[in-house]
Every structure is written in C-alpha cells, then in structure tokens.
C-alpha cells in the first residue's frame, strides 16, 4: 500500500492548483485524474483580471503567459432584438484554452514534486484511522493508498466515489428541463479584444479568443428549447445560430478547427453548494458559479488556494479537521455565495422573454451600473481571517 500526505482527484485547474501548492510545501502528494490529457473542456475559457494575483500566489503568471493568451479588454452583450451593451473591464482578461491551461497547471503540479496518476478512477474512499484509504483502479489493477487526508475537485458533472448520484441535486426545473453545453474553437472570423455574448430563446453562446489566432465559440442551451434535438455540436452551434442574426453573421466565415469540440449534460447551474462532504470540494465540485459570471476559473483557482492553505496547516498540526472544515464553509459562504446569487439572478433576468429589453435601457442610462453588476459576479480578493 502506497503512503501519501495528501490525495486529490480530479486534475483540472482547481485539482492541479491544490497539488502544486500542496507539493511546493513540502507534502507528498498524489493526483489522480480519470481520464487522458491534455484536452479540450466545455469552458468560456475566459480568465478574469480578478484570476492574476491568484496565479502569482501559485507561482505560474509566467507559465500562463508562454501559452500566449489572447488579452481581452471589454465585454459585450448581444441581444437577439438588436440592442447591445458594452462595457470596458476594469483590467485585462486572458483568453486561454483549458487544453493548454489544464495541461501547463498540471505539467506544474508535477515539476513542484506531485505524483500525478492519469487513467486512474477512485472507486472508494474509505475513512481509516488518522486518514483515508482510497482505492484507484488503473487498467486491470486495482491499487490502494493510505493518506492523510483527501480533496475532492471531480468537477460539477462528477460524483462521489461509489456512489451513483451526485450528493448535491440541482432544482426540479433544471432537471426537467436541463442545459447542455457545447464549444468548439473556430477559425476565419475576427473580432476586438472583446468577449462577446449572444442572447437568444433559448440560452446564449460566446466568442472569445484563445492562443493562436484561434476563437472559442461555447454555449449554453436549454435542451427543450430546440427541437428535434441537434445530433452534433455542430448541429447545436447552428442552431444557437439561427436564433440571432447577429450571431448567424458573426460566425457565417468561422472555420471549425477539428478534435476541439467538446460537450457536457446536465449543467447544474442551480445545484447546491456543498463545500464539505467527508472531505472538502474545490472548484466546481464543491459550488457552481453561473457560467454567465464569467469567473468559474477564478473561483477553482481561489477554493484550491484556500483550500490548500488550510490542508497545510492541518497537516502541520496547526489546525484540526474540524477546524478545517469550519473555516472552509466559512470562505464558501462569504467569498463566493454572493457572486452565485448575482450571477443567477442575471441567468434568471436575460432569460425571461420580456426583462432584457427593460434591462438594457436601465443599463445604457445608469451611468457605471454594468460595470457594478460584472464585479457584483467576480471574487472578491480579500485576505482571510483564519483565526
């Protein structure tokens, strides 16, 4: 049986964030990723300015940037009635596929001293005194490992080893009618430094660009909203497309780039937080931020630096489980539910047939208000009272 300070499953950005600080403080760590990478993720794949300071405390500004990221400086919302709003950000954004962002934060975790297992599902995690036993099955071969403790950050489809269903449920609406997400990068449109959204029956889809010239066009459709149901992603981004002009024209040049399509059913907008189950969720699989905040990659990325803040001083002794647990709920609760009110509240505002076009006049003659309502989304960067 293999030994291990630390175990956390699930390698993406906020799974590799907590092995690569964990590891840097001198913890043996282990990984555990089910499937192949690097590859291509359903994501706005949009780093917000608020994601910088984050990416300096975790030591990778400078990997992030020999990815070249495309900067982004403004935002515009499309409407499907011809109305559109536009706002500067208060900093630039990166744009950054999740292909090479997941790939270098993991390539990371691995140079500070993690031990990284790809192919390898947990199929149980059992308490056992002063720790975990955790069973991976890789291959054939089912092998177990004692550690001292365990992060979950399986992402928001993921579910708890052993278990067929997933701890925290979405509302009976999503579940009636759910939302699938598609995305696809493009090539042979052009565009400004600017991350586009465009608003139809239905959902919405976004174009933003990525590393190499390259455009990540990405959506969120309600599944009943179109039918017969598209068969393809493609499909779906035609059909995205041929409820709004504007998007129809924008995206009538775009070249799909080939093996960069991606999909993901149920997206769980409105599932319930749940930072602590046995042991703590990070990123998405602990609490989902509308994709419409446009700040889900900030909020893996601050989770997994609390998160590992807090395992280092229980594994130094510092602090107990309990305690752990406590100040984990704590930084859940005060850090990031307001942004996931805010950002279903606008979900639930752009999506009523009637309420955008009141909304973008309130907003084109408030002076400010657009930009109070993006930062009313983000994460607040604010130190935090361990005590």
């Known amino acids: ?9 699930g390698a993406g950005i906020a799974g590799s964030a907590i092995a690569k600080s964990l590891a840097d403080s001198g913890w043996n760590t282990i990984l555990f990723e089910s499937k192949k990478f690097p590859r291509h993720k359903v994501c706005g794949e949009f ?20 990815l070249r990221p495309s900067l982004i400086e403004r935002s515009r ?17 990166l744009g950054v596929s999740r292909y090479s962002l997941d790939a270098a934060l993991l390539s990371s975790a691995q140079l500070a001293g993690a031990h990284v297992q790809t192919g390898a599902t947990v199929t149980a995690v059992t308490p056992a005194n002063e720790g975990f036993i955790i069973e991976a099955k ?94 393809t992603i493609q499909g779906w981004i035609d059909a995205a497309c041929s409820r709004s002009p504007q998007l129809l024209h924008k995206l009538s040049n775009a070249v799909p780039i080939a093996g960069t399509e991606a999909a993901v059913a149920p997206v769980q907008i409105s599932r319930k937080p749940l930072a602590w189950n046995s042991y703590p969720r990070v990123g998405d699989a602990g609490l989902m931020i509308p994709p419409l905040c446009g700040d889900g990659m900030s909020m893996a990325l601050r989770s997994a630096l609390v998160c590992a803040a807090l395992a280092n001083r229980y594994l130094s002794g510092q602090i107990s489980f309990e305690l752990w647990r406590h100040h984990y709920e704590r930084f859940i609760e005060q850090q990031l ?36 309502l993006i930062q009313a989304t983000r994460i607040k960067d604010v130190p935090l009272d361990f005590q």
């Open 1 to 9: 049986m293999y030994a291990y300070d630390a175990a956390i499953i």
């Open 47 to 66: 780093l917000s300015p608020e994601a910088k300071s984050m990416l300096d405390s975790l030591g990778v500004n400078e990997l992030i940037q020999s």
């Open 77 to 93: 919302l499309i409407f499907s009635h011809g109305d559109v709003l536009e706002a500067p950000l208060a900093s630039h954004a």
């Open 138 to 231: 890789q291959g054939a071969e089912t092998v177990s490992y004692k550690v001292r403790t365990v992060m979950a950050a399986w992402g928001g489809n993921g579910r708890m080893p052993g278990t067929a269903l997933h701890p925290a449920r979405s509302n009976s609406r999503e579940t009636k009618n759910p939302y699938v997400g598609v995305k696809s990068h493009v090539a042979g449109i052009t565009t400004d430094a600017a991350v586009e959204l465009y608003f139809f029956e239905g959902g919405y889809l976004g174009i933003s660009p990525v590393e190499d010239g390259r455009y990540n066009v990405s959506a969120l459709l309600r599944q009943k909203a179109f039918e017969p149901k598209p068969k």
């Open 337 to 372: 539910k307001g942004p996931r009110q805010w950002g279903r509240l606008l979900q639930w505002m752009i999506a009523a047939p009637a309420l955008p076009r009141l909304l973008v006049p309130c907003v084109r003659y408030t002076p400010g208000l657009m930009q109070r």
